[in-house]
């Protein structure tokens, strides 16, 4: 799995695309760099009725991930979205923190 600056849970701000400016929760990271968040790229999908599995046919909306790069972590204090780096604490401890103003992310 890639290494990456956004985990589950944290709110991002959308660099680029159709939803560019808005803001939302990430649901999910998937290995290949792209993140599922929360009412962001959502669109409309075509399906199929399955009486197997009990799915209703007709058009949905759901969301769509979007790749890491197309992201930034939401930084409270600027309100706006910012860098992030990784630094090593005294103890060992490896936390995420802002690059703007050099908060730590991670409390």
Known sequence: MALTNIKKGDE???IAGKDRGRRGTVLRVY???RVLIENINVVKKHQKPNPNAGVQGGIIEKEMPLHVSNVMLFNPLTKKG???GVRTLEDGKKVRF?????EVVDV
Do not use: L, M
């Open 12 to 14: 991002v701000v959308v």
């Open 98 to 102: 802002f690059k703007s103003n050099g």
């Open 31 to 33: 290995a290949d760099e």
């Open 82 to 84: 910012d860098r992030v």
